[in-house]
């Protein structure tokens, strides 16, 4: 029998892969893009969270920067619901191993792509967003990667004239006062005015990107910057240096600038991060039988279960990964009332309460940048992440989550998203595999 | 010693009233402060329904209003043109309405006569299906239907250009100050200015003047309790929900299940539906949207329009009328007409007047009667102009195509900003005209381009950032500040000069502030909008103080 994984996000896609490499038959169920595909160039597994005092980007105590492998072990001490608590207890030491791993498989997947994931749990990366403030991230793709603003002499804004959302006159200045208050030495910053090639003038990143894929067009720029770097020196640009072919497109800039090239952190619309790793990831399971088509109903049956497609015919399959994410990928749905829409499992907050059932709005609370229940809201799982019921019990034995769905922490204010997403899914394909009598 | 600030009439609220007699007396030659404790327009201005409607619905009760409606409707049509907008209505008639569409018709054969006073169609009547052609989302039950025809306007912007055209004549217009006590000659003795606290550098200064008008809109009791005066308003709070882009073509009646008019509307880029009147003695400052109030609303535009909630509610607008008091009275039943209260003669404060009651769409006229009271009284005898003066921009057409062409921006961009600036759109854009590169768009949603932030900083005295979904419609569609927070906050710190850390807060204010307009209507598709939204300006800002 086979294993179906609904969801083809970074969980789901991550579960599908893992499960092939076991050699069990799967089944990628894929409605489309979610979350994954508006992501910002960084796989945050322990990224620094400053509004998030168990995330704190400085030892509080010693005042140092923290390293993401220490973030760990405060994320198992401090937040009993997070999902790397619920896999691992306080073992942080084993959630850093899983990490570690996930991200190693992550790097397999995505390098024929010539998408890299560059970083460690033991040194952070200091980057630089679009509007200047800057992030403290764990692991990067190719793109921002190769920004980290430390040690720099000097960083150059590359302006792109007309760019929707894009001045960087201020956001040098904001560069530099921000690095200061994280107490880094701030590089010289300026803004390079008058070299961006007139036929690169576009509004719209999402028009400017696909463009940049092409070699003409790489060329194009090259020779516009060309001699403007130096190994001192890194140049920014905006988050839209191709789709496919990032890698290239860095390379060959710099080579033709002759120092370092990174493009800034930044979010859809204004960047194609996300769009990249969705479409490698899709690369990366041109090898995996995918039905494209959006699960209607999942029903238990004695050998397993059987997916319902509307009219489709249906799919049966002896295990589920359920990856689907939560609002913007449609695992948890609000329509009236907070619900997961496939089985009606129960939905719980970080702090332990149920939110299904109830309007979303019941869930918020005064004041946008405080922890808000609503967005923390999704299933709970058993370390071996089998969704539970309303009285703690699992559903099924053969019925696991992974990623968003799973409910306890909160992606946007937490910056362990991916993370989660990554090490849910190789926690919940050795589930699978026990369960199926399968040893990897 | 504080700053003292000299003028002649100090003028209390920057809302539609206040701003209008700043615009009034400022033609007359009449030295004016005006002082806003927020933004212009942000009090029952911004919250009200935006209609320069003749007033149909108290017709029955109260054609004074109607009539007042209906002649200064026409009024600021002449010298706004840029500002307003034709919505025609259209009125489902069911079969178990409890007015038949006879009698209406006789209601709507009345309102006729006032209709060409605002340059308005007379009514029409329409089979089922002729109905269901113009608007297919209606109902099926419906039999047939009538059409009428309205004006709509920015609220907001209409305050601003009252207050600008002020400013242009001399008029000192102060945004986010706020009064806080009054000044008086003797203790209990005359009202001779007020003491002003300055909420954005939190400077205390002095405004010393001959005469105090009061025109703060529902806190007009709380600023007149300043100087032990007491009068009494109904209070009647209001709500409506905004939709993504349009629900219907045409503004469609509703009934809600009190037997109370509402309708759906298009409102500039976005639909609005509304609205309730509940009596309210709650904090003006932290008016919310409730369950209670959301629900009531769609379930009136459900019978109307069944399809009603698939569409996604962006975020609510809540604000209270000022309503003359009238005891014992149902909400609906209040007087919508206006008061000038002189707290000299009818109480203990001479030199303050309170102006408080009527309607955005009378707004003219109830300032040339204020004026007119305070010219009397400072000997004054210059007649008003307010119904004659175009406001900035209402001078001349702006062509949008050409603008496009000259200015090299895109033609919505053109054709928002002409909405927003009239012909003034011309001497904004000519800013940046022979810069190297065009305007850059800082806001898609609307679009709002960085040269018209520029120019409200420079030539308008915009101060904030939260200033802005108000001033140019910035973060109120669908990515309600996801996108341009950030980006917008850095325009505006280039312009005033902001440290970093403030542009910061003021990203961060925003989102607050859009948080608590959207909070009370999260459902369906905006519980996944605000998913991103946080994902993005969590990521882009990061909202701490704590690296800092
Ligand atoms: C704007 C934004 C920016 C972000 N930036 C970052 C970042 O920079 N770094 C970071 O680490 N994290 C970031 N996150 C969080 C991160 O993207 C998520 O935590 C992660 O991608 C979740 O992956 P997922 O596979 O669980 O969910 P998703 O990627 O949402 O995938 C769920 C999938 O399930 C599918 N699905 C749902 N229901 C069904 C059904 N019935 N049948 C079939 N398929 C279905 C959906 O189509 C969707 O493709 C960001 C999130 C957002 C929204
Ligand atoms: C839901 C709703 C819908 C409506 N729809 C319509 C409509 O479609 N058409 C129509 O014609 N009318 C409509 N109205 C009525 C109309 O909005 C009001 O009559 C009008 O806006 C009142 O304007 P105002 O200037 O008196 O008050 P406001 O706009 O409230 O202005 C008062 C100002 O005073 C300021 N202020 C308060 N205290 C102080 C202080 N101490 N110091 C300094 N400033 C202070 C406030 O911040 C505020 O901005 C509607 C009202 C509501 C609530």
Redesign the interface.
């Known amino acids: 029998m086979s294993v179906a994984v609904i969801g083809a996000g970074l969980a789901g896609r991550a579960a599908a892969l893992l499960l092939r490499a076991s050699g069990l038959d799967v089944t990628l169920i894929d409605a489309g893009p979610g979350?994954t595909a508006?992501g910002?160039g960084c796989v945050d597994t322990a990224a620094a969270?400053?509004?998030v005092s168990w995330l704190?980007?400085r030892d509080p105590l010693q005042g140092r920067p923290l390293l993401p492998r220490e973030r760990v072990q405060l994320v198992v001490a401090e937040q009993p619901t997070h999902p790397y608590t619920v896999a691992f207890g306080s073992d942080g030491d084993a959630a850093c191993q899983a990490i570690e791993r996930s991200i190693d498989a992550l790097r397999s997947w995505l390098s024929p792509s010539g998408l890299a994931v560059e970083g460690s749990l033991d040194d952070a990366r200091v980057l630089a967003?679009?509007?200047?403030?800057v992030?403290v991230a764990d692991y990067v793709l190719t793109g921002p990667s190769s920004g980290d603003l430390r040690g720099r002499e000097e960083v150059v804004w590359v302006d792109v004239?007309?760019?929707?959302?894009?001045?960087p006159?201020?956001?040098a200045?904001?560069l530099a006062?921000?690095l200061e208050?994280?107490g880094l030495p701030a590089p010289k910053v300026r803004v390079l005015?008058?070299v961006w090639p007139e036929r690169l003038?576009e509004?719209r990143v999402a028009r400017l990107a696909p463009r940049l894929d092409r070699a003409d067009v790489q060329t194009t720029l090259c020779e516009a910057l060309a001699g403007q770097g130096s190994p001192e020196r890194l140049l920014l640009v905006p988050p839209m240096l191709g789709v496919d072919h990032v890698g290239a497109c860095l390379s060959r800039l710099g080579e033709a600038t002759g120092g370092a090239v990174a493009e800034v952190?930044?979010?859809a619309?204004?960047a194609t991060s996300g769009f990249r790793l969705q479409r490698a990831l899709e690369q990366a399971c041109s090898g995996v039988t995918v039905r494209r088509d959006r699960v209607s109903g999942l029903r238990e049956r004695a050998d397993g279960f059987e997916l319902q497609f509307g009219e489709e015919p249906a799919l049966d399959c002896g295990a589920v990964v359920l990856a689907t994410g939560?609002?913007?990928g449609g695992g948890v749905d609000?329509?009236?009332v907070?619900r997961e829409p496939l089985l009606g499992l129960p939905l719980y907050d970080a702090d332990g309460r149920r939110v299904d059932g109830v309007?979303?709005?019941?869930s918020?609370r005064?004041?946008?940048?405080n922890a808000?229940p609503?967005?923390s809201a999704g299933v709970r799982v058993d370390p071996a992440m089998r969704p539970l019921t309303a009285r703690g019990e699992p559903w099924h034995g053969r019925l696991v989550a992974a990623g968003d769905l799973i409910g306890g922490f909160d992606?946007?204010?937490e910056?362990t998203g991916m993370g989660v997403a990554l090490v849910t899914a190789a926690r919940a394909v050795e589930t699978v595999q026990a369960e199926m009598g399968h040893t990897g | 010693m504080s700053r003292v600030v000299r003028t002649r009439v100090l003028i209390v609220g920057g809302g539609i009233n206040g701003t209008g007699i700043a615009r009034d007396l400022s033609i007359r030659g009449i030295d004016c402060v005006l002082l806003e404790k927020k933004e212009l327009g942000s009090g029952t201005s911004w919250a009200s329904s935006g209609m320069i409607h003749g007033g149909l619905r108290y017709l029955q009760k109260d054609p004074e209003v109607t009539l007042h409606s209906c002649v200064d409707s026409g009024a600021i049509q002449r010298i706004a043109p840029h500002l307003i907008f034709r919505i025609p209505f259209l009125m489902p008639v069911f079969r178990d309405d409890p007015i038949g569409p006879e009698i209406l018709e006789i209601g709507l054969e009345m309102y006729d006569r006032y209709v060409p006073f605002k340059n308005g169609r007379p009514h029409g009547r329409l089979t089922r299906d002729q109905a269901l052609e113009i608007e297919p989302k209606l109902s099926p039950h419906i039999e047939g239907a009538f059409t009428l025809d309205e004006w709509g306007v920015d609220a907001a912007r209409l305050c601003a250009a009252n207050a600008l055209d002020a400013q242009g004549r001399g008029a000192q217009i102060m945004t986010h100050a706020e009064v806080r006590s009054f000044l008086r000659d003797v203790p209990g003795g005359r009202v001779t200015g007020a003491s002003v606290r300055d909420r954005v550098t939190g400077e205390d200064f002095v405004v010393e003047a001959d005469l105090v008008m009061n025109a703060a809109g529902p806190w007009a009791p709380e600023v007149a309790e300043m100087a032990g005066e007491g009068f009494r308003l109904r209070p009647g709070k209001g709500i409506h929900l905004v939709f993504e882009r349009r629900v219907s073509q045409m503004a469609v009646y509703a009934r809600g299940v009190d037997g109370r008019d509402m309708f759906v509307f298009p409102h500039e880029q976005n639909a609005m539906a509304g609205t309730t009147d509940d009596d309210y003695y709650g904090d003006l400052d932290r008016i919310q949207t409730t369950e209670d109030e959301v629900a009531y609303v769609l379930e009136a535009m459900e019978r109307s329009i069944p399809s009603i909630r698939q569409h996604r509610v962006l975020h609510a607008i809540q604000g209270v009328r000022p309503t003359l008091f009238g005891f014992g009275a149902y909400e609906d039943e209040l007087s919508r007409d206006y008061r000038i209260i002189d707290h000299g003669a009818e109480g203990d404060a001479p030199g303050l007047f309170t102006i408080t009651g009527g309607k955005l769409a009378a707004y003219r006229l109830m300032a040339e009667d204020a004026a007119d009271l305070v010219a009397r009284e400072l000997g004054e005898n210059e007649p008003c102009r307010t119904a004659e003066l175009p406001l900035p921009g209402g001078d001349a057409p702006l062509d949008i195509a050409q603008t496009s062409r000259r200015f090299r921006v895109g033609l919505p961009a053109a054709l928002r900003l002409g909405f927003r600036h009239g012909a003034g759109a011309t001497s904004l854009l000519a800013a940046t005209e022979f810069d190297p590169s065009p305007p850059r768009t800082v806001c898609a949603c609307e679009p709002v381009l960085d040269t018209e932030l520029r120019h409200v900083a420079r030539e308008e005295g915009l101060r904030r950032l939260t200033d802005c979904p108000l001033r140019v419609r910035l973060g109120v569609g669908a990515c309600q500040g996801a996108g341009c927070a950030a980006a917008a906050a850095a325009v505006l710190g280039q312009e005033l000069g902001w440290e970093p850390a403030r542009a910061i807060r003021e990203a961060t204010e925003l989102a607050t502030s859009r948080w608590h307009d959207v909070a009370p209507v999260l459902d369906g598709a905006q519980v996944a909008g605000m998913e991103v939204h946080r994902a993005v300006l969590f990521g882009l800002i990061g909202f701490s103080e704590s690296l800092r």
């Open positions: 979350a508006l910002g969270s400053p509004g704190p980007w967003n679009l509007p200047g403030t992030r004239p007309g760019l929707e959302a894009w001045d006159s201020y956001a200045r904001t006062y921000d208050a994280l005015r008058g003038a509004p952190l930044g979010h619309p204004h939560r609002y913007v609000a329509a009236g907070v309007p979303a709005h019941r918020t005064k004041g946008y940048a808000q609503l967005y992606p946007a204010r910056r």
